[in-house]
């Protein structure tokens, strides 16, 4: 597609409950990043892929969060028994070649409640 | 540690005056800057961007300058209409690392 693309736009889920939340980068774009918003907040880095290197997992908060990436195609970003804290919109991003000084290209993210 | 922030978390302008959304950043080593604008449920959209080796760079009505000496950043928006209304963000790669910056952002709204 021409942009990033996320699904599901909204989810709401129960707590203790596993979320899955895919992510679709801009074809030929090597560089795939998710970030985490809360309400009235900025950004949160939670991990970046770049190529078939071994994936820059940081940012995420705990062991709970995972995210897998399949080649320079598609990621998942899997919470595992969800708590209310992780309630927020998450953003994937990607870019060219994930150099330090290119722009990301941002998708309209997922809003994930959890009750 | 170091991050970008932004001095002012609202600003209201009339529609047709100029804005101004200031930011500073506190890793020297920082030599790539972004300004975001975030309409209410999007993803933050591109704006302008600016290298350490300028100070200024101009775009269709915003203007972004960058002081080194002072770290400090800021975006100009001129004749302000009421789609300009969003939440801003500045944002930089901190020295090493790929992981993009954010400040916590300017909510920018426009009276008609």
């Known amino acids: 597609g021409a942009g990033v693309s996320q699904s599901p736009s909204n989810k709401v889920t129960e707590k203790g409950k596993d979320v899955e939340l895919r992510c679709d980068p801009i074809s030929g774009h090597t560089a795939l990043y998710w970030y985490r918003q809360r309400l009235g907040q900025g950004l949160e880095f939670l991990i970046y892929f770049q190529g078939n290197s071994a994936p820059d997992k940081s940012g995420l908060p705990s062991d709970r969060f995972s995210a897998e990436r399949t080649g320079e195609s598609v990621s998942t970003l899997t919470i595992q028994r969800t708590q209310q804290e992780d309630s927020a919109v998450y953003l994937c991003?990607?870019?060219?070649?994930?150099?330090?000084?290119?722009?990301?290209?941002f998708g309209s993210g997922t809003q994930l409640s959890v009750l | 540690g170091e991050s970008v922030g932004l001095h002012l978390p609202t600003l209201s302008v009339q529609e047709g005056d100029n804005s101004i959304i200031n930011c500073a950043y506190s890793n020297s080593a920082s030599d790539y800057f972004i300004w975001y604008k975030q309409e209410s449920g999007k993803g933050p959209q591109f704006i302008i961007d600016i290298r350490s080796n300028m100070d200024k760079r101009q775009g269709q009505r915003v203007t972004v300058l960058l002081n080194k000496t002072v770290k400090h950043l800021s975006l100009q928006i001129a004749a302000t209409q009421p789609g300009d209304s969003a939440v801003y963000f500045c944002?930089?790669?901190?020295?090493?690392?790929?992981?993009?910056?954010f400040g916590k952002g300017t909510k920018l709204s426009v009276i008609p």
């Open positions: 944002a930089d790669f901190g020295a090493g690392s790929y992981q993009l910056t």
């Open positions: 991003a990607s870019s060219s070649y994930g150099a330090t000084n290119e722009k990301l290209f």
